[in-house]
Structure formats: C-alpha cells, structure tokens
C-alpha cells in the first residue's frame, strides 16, 4: 500500500505485506529528516532519519528515501505487524544545527489482520 | 533508554487557574520543548530551552511561559487558562547538533480547561 501523508491521511495494509508512507516537504533547504510513530495514547516515538547529504537509509525492517528534487520522503515498513498501526509523522529541519522540528500532519497506518 | 517523564497524563483545570505541566528527563539532554497536539495541526512547538534558565519562543507562545532552572526540567506555565488551550501537551529533549539529533518525547499531558 502507498499514500501521501499530507493528501491521504488513512493507509490499510494487509498485515505481512509492506507498507510505504509518504511525505512532501516544502523547503528545499531542510537537511534534517526524522519518522516518528505514534500509538494510541503515547508520544511520538523516534523510528528512523536521515540527512540531507543521503538519499537511503535502513533500520530494522524500515528504510527511509530521501528525493531532494522532488523534496519527497517516504518510510517503507517491510512485512507489517499488528504493533505497527499507528500515526506515522515526518518532521524536518530546516537549517544544519538549528534544533526547531517542524512536523507533518500525520499519516494513520492501520494493519490489517 | 531516553526517558522523558510527563508528571501527569490526565489534568482538568478551570478557566483562569494558573496551570503547571511539568517534564523531566533523564539523559542529560541539554535542549527540552514543549509541544501542543491537536487534531489536524500535527504538533506545534510552544517553546524550547538550550541550557538553564534559558528560553526561546517557538510558533505558538502567546499564553504560555516557561520555566528552566535545572538541566533536567522543563516546565510549561499557563498563566490565565483557557478553554481554547485545552489539548494534549508533549515535552520532548535532545543533544543539541551539529550534527542533529533526534528528540525524544514522553507520553504527553491531557489537558482539559473547563
């Protein structure tokens, strides 16, 4: 499944299939790039980021693509699991060293059984 | 762990009280935030601290003050409450960069202005 956070804030998946969240970001001079998720009643919880001098990045079964030309960024979740429906936010910064996050509206991810 | 502790999840307060949200980490982070989540906004930075007894305005300051006097505790003071404030409130703490570094938030305050 895919979506566009900012456009299509509900994505269903299949549990076991994988999963790609969207995100477009506005300011071509952000270099700093995190995905937070957040669980019913809980706060955002630091998944993954990335720099803007990278363009991919891998976690544990998350990976996370950076496109500068298009100020586009996704998270990709491999073979979802029920503990992964949640809100999905990525957030930027907007100048190297300035610590000011600003976030999107969130994406809700929900993994179907 | 990073531990970012919430002194309270739930709070009802009436219109005009002088409210605390109190927040504590455990990482020796340097930077704290306070943060306002609503529904359809994502999360607004209210304000945020570099060090001791320092303090800047984020995006959303009018109404609240903050309070820094140890490393490790951030409060976030509502001077004459609202009921338009009434929301979920996150702190959160890093190191500061360069290079920069991810902030870590606690599980946020509830709060409901009557």
């Known amino acids: 499944g895919e979506s566009v956070g900012l456009h299509l804030p509900t994505l269903s998946v299949q549990e076991g299939d994988n999963s790609i969240i969207n995100c477009a970001y506005s300011n071509s001079a952000s270099d700093y790039f995190i995905w937070y998720k957040q669980e019913s009643g809980k706060g955002p919880q630091f998944i993954i980021d990335i720099r803007s001098n990278m363009d991919k990045r891998q976690g544990q079964r998350v990976t996370v693509l950076l496109n500068k030309t298009v100020k586009h960024l996704s998270l990709q979740i491999a073979a979802t699991q029920p503990g992964d429906s949640a809100v999905y936010f990525c957030a930027e910064i907007l100048n190297f060293g300035n610590e000011k996050l600003t976030f999107g509206t969130g994406t809700r991810l929900t993994i179907i059984p | 762990d990073v531990k970012v502790t919430q002194s309270s999840r739930y709070l009802v307060k009436r219109t005009g009280e002088k409210v605390f949200l109190e927040c504590v980490q455990d990482m020796d982070h340097e930077n704290m935030f306070w943060y306002r989540q609503d529904p359809g906004l994502g999360l607004r930075l209210i304000y945020f601290?570099?060090?001791?007894?320092?303090?800047e305005k984020g995006d959303i300051p009018e109404g609240y003050s903050v309070s820094r006097e140890k490393k490790e505790r951030f409060s976030l003071i509502l001077e004459s409450a609202s009921t338009n404030q009434t929301s979920m409130y996150l702190c959160a703490s890093s190191h500061p960069g360069p290079p920069n570094q991810p902030q870590h938030f606690g599980d946020g305050t509830r709060l409901s202005i009557l």
């Open positions: 601290s570099y060090d001791v007894k320092m303090k």
